[in-house]
């Protein structure tokens, strides 16, 4: 459907910004969850390493968060708290590590998100409550103060900003972001407005894992324990994709969300619905040129690539793999981001190390960058970003 007919239609069902009342209807696409495959290395189309370079001003334990933008990596070192900026072939470029205690350092980076609209980096910190705005090469620009603790902050595609809610409501002073997941913010990160009611208000300190950030201004978000991924532009809200279950697991009805409590240390209703047979929503989601992929929380992570030319979805479930499991880990554990219809992941050494035990695994490997990558791996190397693509089935699994 031409996207112009498709929000034509959807704006008979658009959330209202006045009263916060979803209407019932969906006309967007649904897509179906399916039974899993136990081999995701059958569907692996291609797949590339990229090693990035090690200096001494570009040294990384580990890669938190990774986004591409305008061929670059900026990737998030959580124990350093920097941001680190390499070339698409891995070249070291720059970092960002303004750590500190002065007006323009951040003390801790808590949220992290490129801006492709304008080619900035956007950096939070919930200790000193400010955002810090940086360009792609890495030079600070602006400094804004923030009236809450956030972690999932993004470009509106104007001049404006877009909280996401993360963590819980105790941060938020607005009464209207205390019960919304969007809100609206002007250039100065001062509310504005607020759309899509909470699911649930019994959960504390939950954070989706990412949202989704295009360079036409839109934004993809699937909020946590909610069966539709919602599509946002122009400070407006539209459901786009809704799941069906067709599977063998278990999903969450309108009253189990309501019900979901998670306090640490005293309950967690997501581990007794995950071990029950359950996969839960736990607001992830990268639109890709053809495809969209999402995660789900199982016993382990639960993934899903829908296919939209074919309307076909591929479900691997991490618990259930009976194949090729610690390669396949390799690509499914963490990935960060996507170009065209091209994913990029970076194992961490835990899983590095699970592949270099597997003795068997790595010499039935097909020769590649990545096998070479592996038999000649050092402990003092920057990680390995993966490279690869997915073809999903014609026929469902």
């Known amino acids: 459907m031409n996207r112009k007919v498709f929000f034509s239609i959807m704006a008979v069902i658009l959330l209202s910004c006045a009263d916060n009342k979803p209407r019932t ?21 291609d797949y590339d390493t990229i090693r990035l370079e090690t200096t001494d001003d570009a040294l990384i334990d580990q890669v938190l968060k990774m986004r591409i933008m305008n061929g670059r990596f900026f990737i998030l070192n959580a124990k350093s708290n920097k941001v680190f900026i390499f070339t698409e072939e891995g070249k070291f470029i720059n970092k960002i590590s303004d750590m500190g205690q002065g007006p323009n350092e951040y003390i801790s980076i808590t949220g992290f998100e490129a801006d492709p609209v304008h080619n900035k980096i956007l950096i939070s910190d919930n200790f000193s409550r400010r955002l810090f705005v940086y360009n792609e090469d890495g030079r600070q620009e602006r400094v804004i103060p923030l009236g809450f603790n956030r972690e999932h902050i993004a470009s509106d595609g104007a001049d404006g900003f877009i909280n996401f809610f993360s963590s819980d409501n105790e941060g938020y002073s607005e009464p209207e972001m205390r019960k919304t997941c969007i809100h609206f913010l002007d250039k100065d990160c001062r509310f504005v407005s607020a759309q899509l009611p909470m699911e649930t208000q019994m959960i504390t300190r939950l954070s989706i ?24 532009k122009d400070r407006e809200v539209y459901p786009y994709y809704k799941f069906h279950n067709k599977s063998n697991y278990r999903m969450l009805s309108e009253k189990d969300r309501k019900k979901m409590t998670l306090i ?5 209703d997501f581990k007794e619905k995950q071990q029950s047979g359950y996969i839960v ?18 016993i382990e992570d639960v993934h899903l690539f829908y296919d939209k030319r074919t309307g076909k979805s591929l479900v691997i479930d991490s618990y259930k793999l009976s194949k090729n499991k610690n390669i396949s880990n390799l690509f499914l554990k963490n990935i960060h981001c996507a170009k065209g219809d091209v994913f990029y992941s970076s194992p961490n050494s835990y899983r590095l190390d699970k592949v270099l035990a597997d ?21 003092d190397d920057n990680p390995l970003i993966i490279s690869f693509s997915v073809k999903v089935p014609e026929v469902t699994q």
Not at 25 to 45: Q, Y
Not at 209 to 232: E, K, M, Q
Not at 264 to 268: I, L, S, T, W, Y
Not at 362 to 377: I, R
């Open 264 to 268: 640490f240390g005293e309950r967690d």
């Open 281 to 298: 929503p736990w607001g992830d989601v990268i639109d890709m040129e053809n495809y969209l992929y999402t995660i789900f929380e199982g």
């Open 25 to 45: 209807e969906f006309s967007g696409t649904t897509i179906e969850i399916v039974n899993p495959s136990d081999d995701f290395m059958n569907f692996v189309a």
């Open 209 to 232: 894992r990412s949202i989704d950030c295009h360079a036409d201004g839109s934004i993809y978000y699937h909020p946590v324990l909610s069966d539709i991924i919602y599509y946002v």
């Open 359 to 379: 003795n068997k695994a790595l010499v039935e490997m097909p020769e590649s960058k990545l096998k070479k990558y592996l038999q000649n791996t050092d402990v």
